[in-house]
């Protein structure tokens, strides 16, 4: 769900996501940067993340990942999940 | 559109494999090499930012595994994986793989042979179009002569003409009706079955003729042409495939026809008809009596059946309403109902249960197959405990080992049911014989999707059966144990010894079943082969004449013409003697009247009439075929019209009749007519599984008959006279055909036919059975001695004798052996009633056949636990306590 958040930004690269998730979670999700790569892989198969080669800022080739439209769904309909998920907790933690 | 994506990238993972790898690797070398960049501007030196980068990003290989595994497609790679192993590890011990493979196309060779029949005789449906919209029309009616309620199919004309008028919304009706005539016109007279078919028969069944035209409306019409479809056959046999026959003229009876077109090679429509005539004729071509059609139908388009029945049935009862009140007649006849039924016929259930006892039969082959293969791959397994054992040490999970070994077993039967498909071409040519009936006609035996489909299904069901026991139990996960075990052996597992000697009481099982099913049929067909039939069939040649009606109207000039074929057929040299009779023996025609009385003997008042069966032949006909006279005399030539009418009885008329007295010179009360009885001749059975019925016999020469089979008695072989006698036969009227030329001894091969390839069929199945299940009780007592070998030393160096150690062995045969015998004969008991309808003068669980297949199975059984335990009690100890 985080890849599909960076990529609703635009289109990126596997070391542009990795830093990003980095930056983005403050560096509390630090893990090894290479298991990035199977999720991207099993999205990719899921037909919600499309890649392409490209030209990368230093003028390297780099795999370019974007989100194609089931993707954004997904994202939606992940977003509302979790946003209800949340409320649940907090509910619960307020009564209790 | 998603799916088809997906498949997209499946299927360039399965075949680009390099390619995405490649791909895959330089992203990674891109990902770390950026962070190496990024860690240098942070200010590490090169060499310390790239180890940190590699740090950062993981085990590399590790991750591209699982990237891999994200593919999607690794279980089928893990199944290439296992299937080439197991291609690997089978062709490494070819004799394991060769009896396996052997055994197994034995198993499914059975069983796709027998479903290819099965397939032919029960389930091929009819080649016209939306079959499911065609129908037959029946009547539910009483005779006047019977209590209950029949079904036919027979139809009154006349009825049929309104019927087809009146639901003309729903339905759209097609009469028809068929005979016999003599073809004529062009070449040899030959005998034809014509069918006499309404113009709206061929649209109706959805068929059109390849050559021509159908019928038109009003050739189907008094004062139409007369005109003729052929049939594709005879259009070949005869016409050579002309296209030119259009137009050509044919007689059928002497009647001419036009040929107006030819029928597809497919149409075959319950018989088999040559030629077909527009309906209306056939009532003039048979000339001496009005036909009772049939009909078949095609419902409206988006008329259901039950829509159709109910509008046909309502107004049919109207109609009868109608006629009740205008005729007294019609007052006493029940109510008749009128019935649209299956188009399809179902098959007579006695060609069903044939089927239903084949596939039984080879299913207990294939049962019987695949717990051989099992006990295999059991005693296998065990011997590569060790390679399990390391597999699963080494991290393999059990599901992974289980999997391996279910691809070789699966290997296994699909190489199998490869070889079974090969037997099945083959076992389909011997199993024609069975097509017989009047489903043979329509059907043919062979190999189609369906049948393929079925032998796939069965493979894999096959593989997974017989694999998936021994996958599991050579998997258990205890690697250190099996290790341990492994390496000294002691004595097999007690779960899998259970297991290999449950299979081999199974296979005793079904193979006892067979061999019971096999024994029974063998002991009826002896006694079958042994029934005096009641005549001498030897040397005598049969063929039939059927005259035409429109020259032979009447009885006289149908005697004239029997008497005079006869006196010529006569003159050929080497004929002893000719009689003829309508329905010689194994004809299955027969002829009954009713309203027949014997004279003193009334019949008691409030019975049924009583119908009797007769005969009529001519005065040498008990000669010509050896029946005995055994009191009075038989007809003669001077018993003709005007002279008093004469009968003679068959034993059974007189013993039933005529308990006490001497049937000969009674009488019997036909209409106004007075017959008496000049002799009693011996009893002859229709066919030899038919018990003789009471029979009395008239000359031909006081009621003569339009078709009669001549029995010819020979001097020498019977089959060299055909040509002159049928030349002789010619010879008096061309246009008169003599058809279904044959030697009696032909016709009893034939009569039993369907008998003997039962019994063949069966008689293989059971043999088969028996060796595969005696190859797998030598082989779990073999193996289980080669585990023992030790124990059995260690036994004898304790001062064991030899007679133990035979004991022991044969012990464990024996217990095999007799659980084997009787869970068979329960099975036996269970279902050898099914068999029944084959069996000839003895019951389904007739003991003595019970015994003798018990003592010969346990016979062989024992003799094939002898050889291992001889060997085994030949064990020398110290070289048994050596060889580990």
Same mark, same amino acid.
């Given at each position: ?60 080739? %780099?795999?370019?990942? @974007?989100? @194609?439209? %089931? ?16 409320? %649940? ?6 009564? %209790? | ?30 990902? $770390? ?81 027998? !479903? ?59 009469? &028809? ?23 709206? !028969? ?15 409306? *009003? *050739? ?67 000339? !001496? ?108 999970? =059990? ?13 296994? +039967? ?23 009936? /009047? ?7 062979? $190999? ?16 997974? $059966? ?18 341990? *075990? ?69 009885? =006289? ?26 329905? /010689? ?13 014997? #004279? ?10 009583d119908w009797m069966a007769y005969g009529i032949v001519s005065p040498d006909y008990f000669r010509a075929l050896g029946i005995p006279v055994i009191s009075g005399r038989a007809m003669n030539d001077q018993d003709r019209e005007g002279a008093p009418r004469v009968v003679v009885v068959n034993e059974s008329f007189a013993r039933r009749h005529f308990p006490k007295e001497n049937a000969v010179g009674q009488r019997l009360k036909m209409g106004k007519d007075f017959l008496t ?21 008239? +000359? ?9 089979t001549l029995a010819i008695r020979t001097t020498r072989d019977p089959r060299a006279l055909a040509g002159a006698v049928r030349a002789r036969i010619l010879s008096l009227d061309p246009e008169q055909a003599a058809f279904g030329v044959q030697t009696l001894e032909e016709q009893l091969q034939d009569s039993l036919a369907p008998r003997r390839a039962t019994l063949m069929l069966f008689g293989a199945f059971s043999v088969s059975a028996l060796l595969l299940a005696l190859v797998?009780? &030598?082989?779990?007592?073999? &193996? ?55 069996? !000839? ?42 060889? #580990?």
């Amino acid at each position: 769900m985080l890849i599909l958040k960076v990529l609703a930004r635009g289109p990126m690269h596997g070391f542009g996501i990795a830093e990003r998730i980095q930056r983005l979670s403050d560096e509390v999700l630090r893990v090894g940067e290479g298991s990035l790569y199977p999720a991207l892989y099993r999205l990719q198969d899921r037909g919600w993340i499309a890649s392409e080669w490209g030209q990368s800022e230093n003028n390297r080739r %780099a795999k370019y990942y @974007t989100l @194609t439209r %089931a993707g954004r769904k997904q994202l939606e309909a992940e977003n509302e999940g979790w946003d209800r998920l949340c409320l %649940a907790i907090r509910q619960i933690m307020q009564s %209790a | 559109m998603n799916t088809l994506r997906r498949l997209r990238t499946r299927f360039r993972a399965l075949f680009k494999k390099g390619e995405l790898d490649l791909e895959m690797e330089e992203e990674m070398r891109a990902h $770390i090499e950026l962070r190496t960049q990024a860690n240098i501007e942070a200010g590490m030196n090169p060499g310390e930012a790239r180890l940190a980068a590699l740090r950062q990003f993981g085990w590399t290989e590790s991750i591209k595994e699982t990237c891999r595994e994200q593919r999607g497609t690794l279980w089928l790679e893990q199944a290439l994986q296992d299937l080439q192993y197991g291609w690997r590890t089978l062709w490494k011990s070819p004799g394991f793989t060769a009896v396996s493979v052997l055994t197994l196309t034995l198993g499914v060779g059975a069983n796709s042979a027998v !479903f290819s029949l099965v397939n032919a005789m029960l389930l091929r449906r009819s080649p016209y179009p939306d079959v499911d919209q065609l129908v037959r029309v029946q009547k539910q009616v009483r005779y006047p002569w019977e209590t209950r309620t029949t079904i036919t199919d027979f139809l009154d004309a006349s009825e049929l003409a309104d019927w087809r008028r009146d639901n003309q919304d729903v339905i759209q009706l097609a009469p &028809y009706s068929w005979g016999e005539a003599n073809l004529s016109g062009t070449g040899e007279a030959e005998h034809v079955d014509y069918g006499a078919i309404g113009d709206s !028969f061929l649209p109706v069944l959805g068929a059109q003729p390849v050559l021509g035209r159908n019928f038109l409306p *009003e *050739e189907d019409r008094p004062g139409g042409a007369p005109a003729a479809l052929l049939s594709h056959g005879l259009w070949r046999r005869r016409f050579g495939a002309d296209p030119g026959v259009l137009g050509k003229m044919i007689r059928l009876d002497g009647s001419p026809f036009t040929v107006v077109g030819v029928l597809p090679p497919s149409f075959r429509f319950r018989e088999h008809y040559d030629v077909c005539i527009p309906f209306f004729l056939c009532a003039k071509l048979k000339g !001496f009596f009005s036909p009772m059609p049939h009909a078949v139908g095609r419902l409206r388009p988006g008329v259901s059946r039950a829509q159709a029945q109910t509008a046909f049935e309502s107004r049919y009862d109207a109609e009868q309403e109608q006629r009740r009140q205008q005729q007294e007649k019609e007052r006493k006849k029940d109510k008749e109902h009128v019935l649209l039924a299956n188009f399809e016929e179902r098959p007579e259930a006695e060609v069903r249960q044939s089927m239903l006892v084949f596939l039984g039969a080879s299913g207990f082959v294939l049962l019987i197959a695949c717990a051989n293969v099992g006990n295999l791959l059991l005693s296998r397994g065990a011997s590569r405990q060790k390679e399990f054992a390391v597999r699963l040490a080494l991290g393999a999970s =059990r599901g992974r080992v289980v999997r391996q070994l279910l691809a070789e077993s699966l290997l296994l +039967s699909l190489l199998g049911g490869l070889g079974g498909l090969l037997l099945a071409r083959w076992g389909c040519a011997l199993l024609r014989p069975f097509a017989s009936g /009047p489903a043979a006609a329509v059907q043919e035996v062979s $190999i189609d999707g369906r049948v393929l489909a079925l032998t796939f299904l069965v493979v894999a069901l096959t593989g997974v $059966i017989f694999g998936l026991a021994p996958a599991m139990a050579c998997s258990h996960p205890a690697p250190q144990a099996a290790l341990k *075990e492994g390496s000294r052996s002691v004595s097999e597992g007690r779960r899998q010894r259970r297991m290999r000697e449950g299979l081999v009481v199974l296979e005793f099982a079904s193979a006892m079943v067979l061999l019971i099913g096999a024994g029974l049929m063998a002991k009826s067909f002896v006694s079958l082969l042994g029934v005096n039939s009641g005549f001498r069939p030897d040397r005598v040649l049969c063929l039939t004449v059927s005259l035409s009606g429109s020259k032979y109207p009447d009885a =006289r000039s149908q005697a004239a013409y029997f008497q005079e074929i006869m006196e010529r057929v006569r003159a050929v040299p080497g004929v002893q003697a000719v009689g003829a009779n309508p329905s /010689p023996p194994f004809s299955q025609v027969g002829m009954v009247a009713s309203g027949i009385e014997v #004279e003193g003997h009334p019949a008691p008042p409030g019975n049924q009439p009583d119908w009797m069966a007769y005969g009529i032949v001519s005065p040498d006909y008990f000669r010509a075929l050896g029946i005995p006279v055994i009191s009075g005399r038989a007809m003669n030539d001077q018993d003709r019209e005007g002279a008093p009418r004469v009968v003679v009885v068959n034993e059974s008329f007189a013993r039933r009749h005529f308990p006490k007295e001497n049937a000969v010179g009674q009488r019997l009360k036909m209409g106004k007519d007075f017959l008496t009885i000049v002799g009693v001749v011996g009893d002859v059975r229709p066919s030899p599984s038919d018990a003789p019925q009471p029979q009395f016999l008239l +000359s031909y020469l006081q009621s003569g008959t339009p078709r009669m089979t001549l029995a010819i008695r020979t001097t020498r072989d019977p089959r060299a006279l055909a040509g002159a006698v049928r030349a002789r036969i010619l010879s008096l009227d061309p246009e008169q055909a003599a058809f279904g030329v044959q030697t009696l001894e032909e016709q009893l091969q034939d009569s039993l036919a369907p008998r003997r390839a039962t019994l063949m069929l069966f008689g293989a199945f059971s043999v088969s059975a028996l060796l595969l299940a005696l190859v797998g009780i &030598y082989g779990v007592v073999a &193996y289980s001695i080669s585990l023992r070998t030790q124990e059995i030393g260690i036994r004898m160096a304790l001062g064991g004798q030899r007679a133990d150690v035979l004991r022991l062995v044969l012990g464990q045969g024996l217990w095999m052996i007799a659980g084997g015998v009787l869970l068979g004969m329960a099975g036996a008991l269970a279902l050898t009633r099914f068999l029944a309808s084959q069996l !000839f003068a003895l019951s389904p669980t007739d003991p003595v056949t019970f015994t003798e297949v018990t003592l010969l199975l346990a016979g062989a059984a024992l003799l094939a636990c002898l050889r291992p335990a001889l060997r085994a009690s030949r064990v020398d100890p110290m070289t048994a306590l050596r060889c #580990e």
